[in-house]
């Protein structure tokens, strides 16, 4: 009983140290060649919806059609969030990353 004590302080007391290995997957590097064409994918697909939005937008002010106009603007607003998340994504991840770096 005492010698299990003893290994279960000597676990809590260790330090460990464990930092990102880039080489320790095979596939890592596919992986990231995936990442990078959906975060392309996900910025021409934000251009495509804020055209979308802007044509409807415009629709629906010139036909007197506050509701589809309404549509239109939000739809504007999204596309145009969605591009910031696409390209803030990889600072947010490091700047949180970094963060949690931080915790001790």
């Known amino acids: 009983m005492s010698a299990l004590s003893v290994v279960a302080t000597s676990l809590v007391v260790a330090q460990i140290s464990i930092t990102p290995n880039e080489t320790g997957l095979p596939g890592i590097a596919s992986l990231r ?4 064409a959906a975060m392309t ?10 055209i979308i939005s802007a044509v409807v937008w415009g ?3 010139n036909s ?13 607003l999204v596309s145009c969030g969605a591009a910031v ?6 600072s947010l991840i490091n700047f949180f990353w970094g ?5 001790a």
Do not use: D, E, T, Y
């Not at 998340?85 to 990889?90: D, K, L, N, P, Y």
């Not at 963060?99 to 915790?103: A, E, I, S, T």
């Open 59 to 61: 629709f629906g002010a």
């Open 41 to 50: 994918m996900g910025l021409v697909l934000s251009v495509l919806a804020l």
């Open 64 to 76: 007197a059609n506050p509701h589809l106009a309404g549509r239109g603007k939000l739809g504007v």
């Open 85 to 90: 998340i696409c390209g803030a994504s990889v």
């Open 33 to 36: 060649q995936i990442v990078g």
């Open 99 to 103: 963060v949690g770096q931080g915790v």
